[in-house]
């Protein structure tokens, strides 16, 4: 495999979860930019925006994906908000493979509980998430090679259609 896959969509999706499966499966590194941005920045996302607002944090993470992008074969987990910037959308259609993991905003809702450490759902998840939906959906589109529904599948059971659907077999 040359090239990163990589994994958008909103927040709750799986895409931390999936990523790490599915780099074992492609025998590859995997990397959650919002851990890379934390570990390089010494805070938490959360406190990143409270401190320089959401601006700064999307001008740190179009820097950590630029990294992450070109470091070779791996899989990124990016933030849900990582289509927000054009240079992002362009830089993910570069990768080898970019799946959208998607799923209706009630069971997003319901896996990203209170939104403790999410600094978007301050007014109530559901209403945030269905709100986001409708501004990225578009985006997410755009750059996606394949969306794939989380909401009734297993993180193991979407790994192994992302891997068949890298390799070329049908999802």
């Given amino acids: 495999m040359t090239?990163?896959?990589?994994?958008?969509?909103?927040?709750?999706?799986?895409?931390?979860?999936?990523?790490?499966?599915?780099?074992v499966r492609l025998g590859v590194p995997h990397v959650d930019l919002d851990a890379a941005i934390e570990a390089r920045e010494?805070?938490?996302?959360?406190?990143?925006f409270a401190a320089d607002g959401e601006p700064a944090f999307r001008e740190i993470e179009r820097r950590e994906l630029a990294t992450a992008m070109g470091s070779g074969a791996c899989v990124v987990s990016t933030g849900g908000g990582v289509v927000e910037l054009e240079?992002?959308?362009?830089?993910?259609?570069?990768?080898r493979f970019v799946a959208w993991l998607d799923a209706p905003t009630a069971a997003l809702a319901a896996r990203v509980g209170d939104g403790a450490g999410r600094p978007l759902l301050g007014e109530g998840a559901e209403t945030v998430l269905g709100r986001l939906a409708d501004r990225r959906e578009a985006w997410y589109g755009s750059v996606a090679d394949l969306r794939v529904d989380t909401s009734d599948r297993t993180p193991e059971d979407v790994a192994d259609c992302l891997a068949a659907a890298i390799a070329g077999e049908a999802p």
Avoid: C, D
């Fill in 3 to 23: 090239g990163p896959v990589v994994l958008v969509g909103l927040m709750g999706a799986g895409k931390t979860t999936v990523g790490r499966l599915l780099a």
């Fill in 42 to 48: 010494g805070r938490s996302v959360a406190e990143i």
């Fill in 87 to 95: 240079e992002n959308r362009r830089a993910l259609r570069t990768a």
